[in-house]
């Protein structure tokens, strides 16, 4: 945290291939810094920094306003079409420490398609590259980040309905990280909404963890 009104965010995206990591960098920048698209390939190849505008309307403390800017870094899918494990590992490991080596990072988003059941090998791809990154206390620094609410929505799945029916991999993933999850609608028209409702949840992930950061050398 730099002072007692203001605040940076450090947010990490992780997740296979297209799962719309970068789609929800944009919304939790609030801007179109990264590119996203459908692809048949792996679209980002390597880590990038974004940077929000200062955002007044999101959080208090002390009884006064906080200013809030958010950093995200997008990271090259895992699996990745082109890149192998270690050279993803590799590229987030120096992105990390580049851009989160002296505050450190409040929180890293495994990014998951929600329309899409999560499989057991699949589960232990990411959680291993979690771990990997972020050492034992991960559970702590990491929350679900489903995308294509839109599509569940559609199917007329409530939340509570969704999570019920969840594959057991899926359960026990957001069991470890205690069900810290937030969805996203990456192609509503109501970018400002989905923007301040999945700021709003992170920052009550953060106080859960009394704004701690982990920081990479
Ligand atoms: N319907 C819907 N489509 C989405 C959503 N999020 C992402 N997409 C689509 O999914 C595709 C991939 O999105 P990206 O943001 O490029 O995904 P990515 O994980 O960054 O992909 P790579 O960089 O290739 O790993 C794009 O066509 C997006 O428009 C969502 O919430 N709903
Ligand atoms: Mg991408």
Redesign the pocket.
Known sequence: MSSDSKMTLNLLLL?R????????GNILLGSID??????LH???TSCSLGRSSHISDLARRSGSQLTVQVQVL?T??YPHSSLSKEQVSQEVKSALAQHFGEEGLHLALL?LRADIPLCVEEDDHSTQLVQELLGPKWKDYTAVLF?????VEKAKINTEEYLHAASDTLQKLLQSVQQKYIF????TTILKEENRKALRKIMGFLRQNNYQTIVFR
Not at 17 to 24: D, I, L, P
Not at 184 to 187: E, L, S, V, Y
């Open positions: 997740g291939t297209q799962s719309g990591k970068s789609a929800s990264f590119a996203s698209c459908l692809s792996s679209v980002t997008d090259p899918g990014v995308t294509h609410a839109d599509r996203i609608d990456n192609h």
